[in-house]
């Protein structure tokens, strides 16, 4: 909370000003999501505000500017050779769903056409796209998330669907099961 007023400072607003928040729902950290999850959800709920929802990957993708028949490829690096991954077109429509793979299996679908790379993932990407003969693009747009891309997604959705859409806290997008085990090794997940 202290960064968001800190933030909020900067900018010359208050949270009486807000008429709307976004949160990154992701994929991501754990930890990192479940407290801005948290922090996003507890400002809603005390300023009655509509909590809109997007995921790192759209988020991601957002400012990155493609040629007509590139395909945009977000990629997370989330090590043990594998990606967060979501495909879009050049209208930044969804291609596939938000997606943990391993680096070659993206790479698969993504072998019949142009493609632009960006995220933290893209480097690794864009490789295994040329060991399968395709030259990928990486693109110049930051590696994380933009907080601008984030509340422009937001706004759009508000404007399409209106602020009533939004009145239920949005759920994490966790695509791994945690790496956490309870005393003894035991896996809180297992079947």
């Known amino acids: 909370m202290p960064m968001l007023e ?6 010359g607003v208050t949270f009486a000003d807000l008429d709307a928040l976004a949160v990154t729902v992701g994929p991501g950290t754990f930890t990192g999501l479940r407290v ?11 300023r009655s505000l509509p909590l809109v929802g997007v995921t790192t990957l759209e988020a991601l993708a957002a400012p990155v500017r493609a040629e007509p028949d590139e395909r945009i490829a977000a990629a997370f690096d989330a090590k043990r050779g ?8 050049a209208n930044h429509e969804a291609l596939t769903e938000p997606m943990l793979v391993a680096v070659e299996d ?4 993504l072998a019949d056409g142009n493609v632009m790379c ?17 030259q990928a693009r990486l693109s110049d747009a930051p590696a994380q998330p933009d907080a601008c891309s984030i509340a422009s997604i937001a706004a ?3 404007a399409a669907e209106g602020a009533a859409a939004f009145r239920t806290a949005p759920a994490p997008l966790y695509l791994r099961a945690p790496d956490a085990k309870l005393p003894g090794g ?3 997940f297992a079947a």
């Open 106 to 109: 993206a790479a698969d679908r």
């Open 118 to 134: 960006v995220g933290t993932g893209a480097a690794l990407l864009a490789e295994a796209l040329a060991s399968k003969g395709v």
């Open 6 to 11: 800190a933030v909020m400072a900067e900018a």
């Open 186 to 188: 035991v896996d809180p």
């Open 36 to 46: 801005g999850l948290a922090a996003a959800r507890g400002l809603a709920l005390a």
């Open 82 to 89: 594998e990606i967060y991954f979501q495909a879009f077109d």
């Open 156 to 158: 759009a959705r508000i």
